[in-house]
């Protein structure tokens, strides 16, 4: 009698809402869905609850889209390291009609709706080190990741939403060149960013109307890359804004630290910061001069509440 109510109650969802999960998805049928994108699919439409999808450890190869009117969605993987969320496209993969899907398509997860969370999570692009390949882009305002991974290689995550607000705390990142990207507002707290080969741990597309950008806060820049092989950030558009405090940065930090993308205006646009800064990549006098190391004044005004414009993750 036992298990068949544990059978009635996993069929409906009844198992995961006892648990204070709306939904369960797990590969071996013991959850409500099988994929994540079901249950992302079964969100109500502008629902203004949360609701809480927990997902059981397992490799789940889809290609997701959470749709702009599937708002308030919070996932919770069983296991960071072994609940994955993976797909293999890339910017030169071809798409049905023989075109480049480029790098915007090659995404393996899609985030548009606003107030999303994750933890316990990770995210990957696994087709390897093809050129650009995301491996999550994330456009809806306020969205944070907490304890989660993101694996890749040339353009690991991407921040896409102009104007959106993003929190990353206890992350682990890791890729080659600009494998943190974008335009939207992003605070990272205590991440892991790791360096692999060489390139440039950020290309922000700051908007100029924007006060802030990336601001990485007590971070740990480390990797396996060549001493000397990697930039703290280019500008992939003028006014790229991109903070550093209280980080320790690893040896293959160059001295100079930031590269202006062959562009000499981006020296006078750009805005590139650090503030104490430590470990062997920390080199504040060998820095290029059009960059800023911040007084306590100045390092004062980057605060959560502030950067993220009153938004309390």
Not at 94 to 106: A, P, V, Y
Not at 233 to 257: D, F, N, Q, S
Request: glycine residues 10%; proline residues 4%; aromatic residues 14%.
């Amino acid at each position: 009698m036992k298990n068949l109510l544990l059978l009635v109650l996993l069929s409906f969802g009844g198992l995961g809402r006892a648990w204070g999960y709306d939904f369960v998805v797990a590969q071996d049928g013991s959850g409500r869905f099988r994929t994540v994108q079901e249950a992302f699919n079964a969100v109500p439409d502008f629902r203004k609850k949360v609701t809480t999808i927990f997902i059981k450890k397992g490799t789940y190869k889809e290609k997701l889209i959470l749709a702009g009117s599937k708002q308030l969605v919070k996932l919770l993987g069983e296991d960071r390291d072994l609940t994955i969320l993976t797909y293999d496209d890339y910017n030169q993969k071809k798409n049905i009609f023989g075109e480049d899907k480029g790098t915007s398509g090659s995404a393996s997860c899609y985030i548009y709706g606003s107030d999303f969370s994750a933890e316990n999570l990770t995210f990957q692009n696994s087709s390897g080190p093809v050129g650009q390949a995301v491996a999550v882009w994330v456009d809806g305002d306020k969205a944070a990741f907490v304890n989660c991974r993101f694996l890749g290689f040339q353009d690991t995550l991407y921040t896409f939403g102009r104007g959106s607000r993003q929190f990353y705390k206890n992350c682990y990142i890791e890729g080659t060149v600009d494998f943190i990207f974008g335009s939207s507002t992003a605070w990272f707290e205590d991440c892991t960013i790791f360096c692999k080969r060489g390139g440039y741990v950020t290309a922000a597309s700051t908007p100029d109307t924007a006060r802030f950008g990336y601001v990485f806060s007590h971070c740990r820049i480390t990797g396996d890359a060549p001493a000397g092989s990697f930039g703290l950030g280019r500008p992939w558009r003028p006014y790229a804004k991109t903070v550093y405090l209280h980080c320790e940065l690893g040896a293959m930090i160059r001295p100079e630290g930031w590269d202006p993308w062959d562009k000499e205006s981006n020296k006078k646009t750009a805005y590139y910061a650090e503030y104490q800064s430590h470990g062997p990549g920390a080199a504040p006098k060998q820095r290029t001069p059009w960059s800023h190391q911040l007084t306590e004044a100045e390092a004062r005004m980057y605060t959560r509440d502030s950067v993220l414009h009153g938004w309390q993750p």
